[in-house]
């Protein structure tokens, strides 16, 4: 049997990264009411509620911060992609309240555990 892939190992720390994700929101808090929302130009990873608010995290996970951490890959043009999604969103799920974003970045892998940061409002 040859090694797993590459963008296979990818897909499996990024569903890893996104459940520890979930579940350090949990504990902070927000109710987790949807996950890989694909709209037209985005993705929005974790959906969240938090009181009236909706919140759209952007989970990123990484395995060491070699080429920079989590939350530094969260450029310009990641925003406009997530500000983008959650205006599809709103409009096909009628939301009429607040939205708002969160970004959680994780260092570390699956088995040995991942060391997170949640950034609130990091866009503004």
């Given amino acids: 049997m040859g090694s797993v892939p590459r963008v296979h190992q990818r897909r499996q720390l990024g569903s890893a990264g996104e459940k520890a ?12 009411v949807g996950a890989g929302f694909t709209a037209r130009r985005g993705e929005i990873d974790l959906l969240c509620r938090r009181g009236d608010d909706m919140v759209v ?3 990123k996970t990484r395995t060491t911060d070699a080429f920079g951490t989590p939350l530094e890959s969260v450029g310009a043009r990641k ?4 500000k983008a999604a959650a205006a599809e969103y709103r409009a096909l799920a009628d939301w009429r309240g607040r939205i708002r ?24």
């Fill in 79 to 82: 925003r406009r992609a997530l």
């Fill in 21 to 32: 994700a979930a579940e350090l929101l949990t504990r902070r808090g927000y109710e987790v």
């Fill in 101 to 124: 974003f969160a970004v959680v970045g994780l260092t570390g892998d699956p088995v040995s555990g991942f060391k997170a940061e949640l950034v609130e409002d990091p866009f503004e």
């Fill in 57 to 59: 995290v952007e989970v």
